[in-house]
């Protein structure tokens, strides 16, 4: 792999904390040995530690937080950005083969100067499956971004966290002037160990794209293996939505996303999952002689194909195009658009019940939402509501401590969440002529271990989440 007759230069640099992943990191250490091209590896360590094959292991925390100990690589990079002309950063159980890096090379050639080609994490069950452990709550594609660049098709993801990235010199160089990539240690849309392998993209003024044409060589293996069969999608799942946005490139699907669905609180806190599981919660709520319903804001259809095994015709408007038409599959109806383009195609048509959940509190106007959707309500039918409890009394004391910048959560231009509780909407229930018929409170506070026997019994005061039932008023 050469440039300008000589081997393209790699530098490497690799966070380790800990001995835990020891085995991994010799092992990344002898893969990047064996590319084909001059690499160079340095280890930001908390500690010294003996490795071989490595030029240097650079010791100390940029802050006490020990969770700082990646930003320490960024000045390493921006004192050799004249000598390299590729740099790489990772976790010390990330393995990156040659394929990865020529697939890189390949596609940044086509690529707009604010684009980056990102990779995402698979992992290994103990039955070979392969899994993605980054697709997980509101991460999701963004089906508007699919673009052809060259012979390649690109798209993005709303997780950028991969835990590794890859960055040409010029890209490095504006990185660097953009003042967003040399910071002190800090976190907002991620934790402070994932702000660090992400600041590239969030920071900095360019976009990570994903090449879904081949998606392949974009993977790289989390070798820890961690949250395999327990947090993400399968990879075989994972490329269903890939067909999709490559139906969307060559205009067999809509492009549409639902409305907003992530808050701007930190770490994204409150945002809409893409992957609900049934809850007993809202199967309480939904009644079980309801044979038309209307799901508002549905993820990968789980919920709403359980409500569909009870015997229910269910219509959902999805949260986007590529999720709608992985829950499709599940025998729902789908109505592509956006919420008010979806409330127009409806066209007056009457539902048994009508729920939503997780959604309300991410709109600029809940209120609005709300009678829209009571329109769709027939006769004696039932609306299902629920959300997070922001009147809970953990979190009154952390917005009164000023914790995570939760002060501020009442401004919806800063947090992205109106903070509402059931009692705010009694005004425009009752005056389309619906009262509340029952509010659920639950998902407790399980910390100090002393509020776990007495926290069911608090209500309001400890429930994380409330889910309430309306009915016309007699």
Known sequence: MAENGRRRRLLVAIASFGEKNLSFLNRIIRQYRSLDLDVEIVVVSEAPK???????????????????????HKKIFAENVERFDLFAYSEDDIEVTQRNIDAFLGVTGELKVDEIAGFLRYELSQTGDRFLPDCHGHYHWDPNSVRQRGPYSIAEFTNEHAAFYLLTQPQLKRA??????????????????????????????????????????FLVHHMSNRYAG????????????????????????????????????????????????????LFKMVPSDATTILSIGCGWGAVEAELARRGASVTALPLDS?????????????????????????????????FITDLIH????????????????????????????????????KRLLRIRGLER???????????????????????????????????????????????????????????MRVRRSS
Not at 414 to 434: K, M, N, T, W
């Open 322 to 354: 590529v999720i709608g038409a992985f829950a499709e599959k599940r025998n729902l109806e789908m109505i592509y658009g956006s919420l008010n383009e979806c409330f127009d195609r409806l066209n007056g048509r009457k539902f048994d019940c009508v």
């Open 230 to 281: 327990v947090l993400g999608l399968y990879l075989a799942s994972f490329q269903e939505q890939v067909e999709t946005l490559r139906k969307i490139s060559n205009n067999l699907h809509p492009a549409s996303a639902l409305c907003e669905v992530e808050s701007k609180a930190s770490h994204r806190e409150w945002s809409k999952s893409y992957y609900e599981e049934p809850s007993r919660e």
């Open 176 to 217: 660097i002037a953009s003042g967003g990539f040399l910071r002190e240690p800090y976190e907002g849309r991620y934790d402070m160990l994932c702000t660090a392998a992400t600041d590239p993209y969030v920071a900095c003024g360019f976009r990570k794209v994903i090449c879904i044409c081949p998606l392949e060589d």
């Open 50 to 72: 003996h490795l071989d094959g490595v030029e240097k292991v650079v010791v100390g925390l940029p802050s006490s937080n020990p969770w700082s100990l990646p930003f320490a």
């Open 409 to 467: 959560l009442h401004d919806y231009s800063v947090s992205g969440i109106q903070p509402f509780a059931p009692r705010d909407y009694l005004s425009e229930l009752r005056s389309a002529g619906f009262e509340v018929n029952a509010v659920h409170w639950y998902d407790y506070v399980q910390n100090p271990p002393a509020l776990r026997v007495i926290a069911p019994r608090l209500g309001s005061v400890a429930a994380k989440r409330w889910i």
């Open 362 to 397: 991410l709109q600029p106007d809940p209120k609005r939402i709300i009678r829209e959707l009571l329109r769709f309500v027939q006769g004696n039918g039932t609306v299902v509501i629920g959300g997070p409890n922001f009147q809970s009394a953990p979190l009154i004391l």
